[in-house]
């Protein structure tokens, strides 16, 4: 997806979420994701798609809902909340996740943390001017990039 180097190795660098996540997102989604959640991946609802993943030590089924896109036949997914959060970690570890987006369901594999910079041609396609503005305003420094299985 991205090529090696140095840009890979400053990409898969465990990332915190900036202060503002922190201190204003963070305690916001104990409030809003039980809500997001009813609507996550469902059709015309851009806000959020709902990822499916295996819990690393559990081995449990989670949902988590994130703001997902498919470009061509690559999943992008902005990491708010960095490459440390535990859903990113999961993905991870699996070797990809389900993603219902738009009411289809889907496979994906690959996973890979990738920078904003090298992630941006993906971006560009995926996500809306105001989105990519949102993403700066946050401190977004990080996305998961998986390949769609085909179906």
Partial sequence: MTGAGSAASA???VTRPSALVRIVMAPMTKVLNPMIMKRAGR????????I???GRKSGRQYQT??????????????LTFGSSSDWSR??????GCSIRLNGVDYEAVMPE?????????????AFSTMER????????????????VPS
């Fill in 65 to 78: 809902p994130a703001a997902a896109r498919l470009s061509g036949d690559t999943f992008v997914i902005p």
């Fill in 11 to 13: 990409a898969s660098a």
């Fill in 133 to 148: 503005a949102q993403f700066k305003m946050l401190g977004i420094k990080q996305f998961l990039l998986l390949r769609r």
């Fill in 113 to 125: 943390v990738v920078s904003r910079a090298d992630a941006g041609p993906v971006i560009r396609s």
């Fill in 90 to 95: 999961n993905v991870r570890a699996a070797g």
């Fill in 43 to 50: 059709p015309h609802f851009r806000m959020a798609a709902l």
């Fill in 52 to 54: 499916g993943h295996t």
